[in-house]
């Protein structure tokens, strides 16, 4: 949903815009057309494959490479494929995942009941059919057990089957396992969304950066842990850390404490005031420093309280004999 397909078609229109067919001296026309169908169809690939792989959905679905086409309008068709597959389900997401979306009709309906509104709204029928199979697929190796081989073979006999192929069988666990046969990237989508829905995945937009994440656990999170182009950190992590600033911003009563400790620290280093009476005004600072901050004493009453804690003392001078 939030993969870059505009910077990949940017490079695949550069890309375009350098390719040029390559003609071979002294070469017949049915050897020329060969050449230039196989660098048109080298090329077409190359450049499907770069847009495919701006996400790890459509790569699964590339699209099929003919002859004859022409490589700017196909790159173009593809291009659009996408980027309208991406403003549908995002759409979709916030039609039936968004907190904040027309909260007034649908605060009160769950992710499947805005989904079936959605589908009601655009006109699409209530139901979606998929491709479904279910399979046994082997499992752990049981732990060993006693059986009688004369009772397993009579067994095999009877029933038509292989005596090793019964063993197997009786060795190892077998669980039903239910797959999906997709043909495009649109189905593989669809398939993925009702999937969201059928299993109450919870999703939430990112408070940072603002795309749909999920949430695990039991608690409500705010950000999302993705690392996005340019930055080396996750939303959350970086949300941290730009709210711890803001609240530093916005501590009136931090630049205060600063400036005495950085004073009464100094007056340490001289013996001015001693080690045990500087630690016991670190504890108190703390608490009428959260006083100032939760606005309960002025700014001013906890200067003058600082300023009263150590009054300067002026140095004496003895008077020379």
Known sequence: MYADFDSLYDEVELRLYKYEEFELPDADSNMQDNINRFISYRAYKELINYLAFGSTAS???????????????????????????????????????????????????????????????????????FNEEQRLLMGDKKTSADYDPLELADFAREHNIDAYTLMYFHNYDHNPVIRYRCESLHE????????LIEYGVKLKRCERCGQFFIIKGNYDARYCNRIHFGEIRTCRDLAAEENYKNKMAEDKA??????????????????????????????????????????????EEYIDWNEAYFPNRKREYKQST
């Open 59 to 129: 790569a699964m679905f590339p699209p099929s490479v003919k002859n004859g086409v022409d490589i700017s309008e196909a790159m173009d068709d593809y291009y659009q494929y996408l980027k309208t597959l991406q403003k549908e389900y995002k759409e979709v997401l916030e039609f039936c995942f968004d907190s904040k979306f027309h909260t007034d009709v649908l605060g009160d309906m769950t992710p499947a009941v805005r989904y079936y509104l959605y589908r009601k709204i655009k006109k699409m029928p209530p139901f979606v059919e």
């Open 188 to 195: 593989f989508l669809e398939l993925e969304f009702n999937k």
């Open 254 to 299: 931090l630049p205060i404490y600063r400036k005495y400790y950085r004073r009464y620290s100094a007056r340490v280093k001289v013996n001015q005031i001693k080690q045990p009476d500087f630690k016991k005004w670190k504890y108190a600072v703390l608490t009428k420093h959260d006083d100032c901050s939760n606005g309960i004493i002025t700014a």
